[in-house]
């Protein structure tokens, strides 16, 4: 790969008519590079990336034991995902994870970016120190909260006047409460940042007539800066619901989809099925499941919301 | 503006610095008391001991293997998407031929891609390939999947470089290449840190691909080890969370010295 780049194709731009000259005579032509300048990092990133997500379709057609050669057996697999009530069962449970995602998460990062937006001094050093769980890796966060809340030695075990016997992985309500909870922690900071670039692109004029026309703070925030985050607001829930669809560190090391199945939610069934369970094939079926699940989602959000017809993508990228 | 100040907010503010800095003030204090001290008076207790065991604890049980190994990783993902994006990048931004719009297209198709849909494949094909239990076998899927959010960045930096520039590079006769490593690469400075920030944290914090392509000790990455170390010694949570601290100091270090491509690299994790 390293030769590749160093010396791109000599053929770079074959169709360009006008050609550079030393001497200057032709200079309105800029040369261009020509799309060879693209294929060593296209080919690197359709071998490890489009190649597996064909392979994936292909593979849901078929069984393999994790040994040998996979065989083709037609629509096995997804009638089997079809009847597996412990799938069934996990579609409800990502969709109920996602939506406490989104439901959490949106307002109280929206709350905060604004918050963080302004130019106060207290703000800008608050908003460094929410900034770090964002530090963190999914892993690390799931085994710090999994020692803060284990039923022994963390923090329910001493507060049992709010956490009944203490024990938030026993039962299944306070697992998934536990699960939403930390994917808020870990994911709020960064829904944070966006709405706080995005405020801060908000044109200040309109605060300043609002003002002349002696709106208060509530009513600048509902009829001001709320539309005006329109477009983050659609950022962030499509990440948000990405995110959820493909939810699976959290999981596997706070509940490993206990008790019993009752937080064994997709990817995470997808996971077990082939790498626990050497049902490879039903775990490729589960998987190409959850792309098009994210896919058909994000796209539904994107045309309801006519986020299509908008011009800047990046907005509140700062 | 001058106004009131918005008690509210402050309240609301406050109570998110508590949920936010609380656990990480256990995970410090934790991590400097004893194993008995902490079962003893819980997590919140003021600690009444003072022991670094908890980190040396870790290095002990090979966190000092795994470190070296999530360097390499890094370094390699970094040096690949360096490498291999800029190109792309300036192609994406200056070519007119459509295949290269084509390309792009493709790349951003690959931002909706996660990674957890394609690691049964993966793994299939990294074993195939006799990459398994090995570095490289995690190291060139986790570049690739910096690739589209790390071509959307530069490509948007490389777009600021105004048109006047490559004008008067041509009127010098100067070549694609030479623009490129004169002109594009010079300017673009700002998107190259970022990419760089983006893809090491995605190196440094990956965990599936590990997971998935890697068994042995001597490949194990950090994210993998605390994994471990939490299913087999998870009692031992003082120790636990020397660990993760551990796994933090870098990022932490970067935070520090390149706040601000770190926030926009981070805004990049945000999108995958």
Not at chain 1, 49 to 70: C, D, H, Q
Not at chain 2, 87 to 93: C, K
Not at chain 2, 106 to 120: C, E, S, T, W, Y
Request: hydrophobic content about 50%; charged content about 10%.
């Amino acid at each position: 790969m390293t030769t590749q780049i160093t010396s791109p194709p000599p053929t770079a731009e074959p169709r360009k008519r006008a050609r550079r000259r030393p001497d200057g005579s032709y200079t309105a032509k800029v040369a261009r590079p020509g799309f060879g300048w693209a294929v060593p990092a296209t080919v690197f990133f359709a071998l490890f990336a489009i190649v597996p997500l064909i392979a994936v379709a292909v593979l849901s057609f078929m069984s393999w034991n994790g040994l040998g050669s996979p065989e083709f057996v037609g629509m096995d697999n997804w009638t089997r995902i079809a009847d597996d009530p412990v799938m069934i069962n996990s579609i409800w449970l990502t969709l109920l994870l996602t939506a406490l995602g989104v439901i959490i998460q949106t307002p109280l990062s929206i709350l905060l970016g604004v918050w963080a937006a302004g130019n106060q001094r207290n703000r800008a050093v608050l908003s460094a120190i929410y900034f770090i769980p964002l530090l963190l890796s999914s892993t690390a966060v799931s085994v710090l909260w999994r020692a803060l809340l284990d039923p022994n030695f963390g923090i329910p075990a001493r507060a049992t006047w709010l956490f009944g016997d203490g024990n938030l992985f026993g039962k299944q309500a306070t697992a998934i409460g536990v699960l939403a909870f930390v994917s808020a922690w870990q994911f709020t900071p960064l829904h944070t940042l966006i709405y706080q670039g995005a405020a801060r692109a908000i044109p200040q004029v309109l605060y300043q007539a609002a003002e002349i026309d002696g709106a208060g703070r509530y009513r600048q925030f509902f009829h001001i800066t709320l539309p005006q985050l329109r477009n983050s607001i659609i950022t962030s829930m499509i990440l948000m619901i990405v995110g959820g669809l493909t939810t699976f560190e959290t999981v596997l090391i706070l509940t490993q989809g206990g008790p019993g199945t009752d937080t064994t939610i997709s990817a995470y069934y997808m996971y077990q099925k082939a790498f626990k369970g050497f049902d490879f094939g039903a775990g490729a079926a589960i998987a190409l499941a959850l792309v098009v699940a994210a896919t058909i989602i994000s796209l539904i959000v994107v045309k309801v919301s006519g986020y299509d017809k908008m011009r800047s993508d990046m907005e509140g990228v700062s | 503006m001058r106004r009131r100040p918005n008690y509210l907010a402050g309240a609301g503010s406050l109570l998110w610095l508590f949920l936010v800095g609380l656990p990480l003030y256990v995970m410090l204090a934790a991590t400097l008391r004893s194993r008995g001290d902490y079962a003893e008076g819980g997590p919140v207790s003021i600690p009444d001991s003072f022991t670094l065991d908890n980190y040396t604890g870790a290095f002990d049980s090979g966190f000092g293997r795994y470190f070296l190994n999530t360097l390499v990783v890094t370094v390699c993902v970094v040096g690949l998407v360096l490498l291999l994006v800029p190109p792309l990048a300036y192609a994406i931004v200056r070519s007119r031929s459509r295949a290269t719009s084509l390309i792009f297209r493709l790349f951003l198709l690959g931002l909706a891609i996660p990674a957890q849909a394609v690691i049964v494949p993966m793994f299939y094909l990294i074993s195939e390939a006799g990459l398994y239990d090995n570095l490289l076998g995690v190291i060139l899927p986790t570049a690739a999947f910096c690739f589209p959010m790390s071509a959307l960045i530069l490509s948007g930096a490389m777009r600021d470089i105004s048109p006047e520039l490559f004008e008067a590079m041509a009127m010098d006769g100067a070549t694609p290449r030479r623009m490129f490593f004169q002109l594009v690469v010079p300017l673009s400075r700002g998107g190259l840190s970022t990419i760089v920030v983006f893809s090491a944290l995605q190196a440094w914090n990956g965990f599936l691909f590990p997971l998935v392509l890697t068994q042995s000790d001597s490949t194990k990455v950090i994210t993998l080890g605390l994994y471990n170390f939490q299913t087999e010694h998870g009692i031992d949570i003082p120790g636990l969370l020397g660990a993760v601290v551990l796994s933090m100091v870098p990022v932490l270090l970067v935070y520090l010295f390149a706040r601000r491509a770190l926030v926009q690299g981070l805004m990049g994790v945000g999108g995958k």
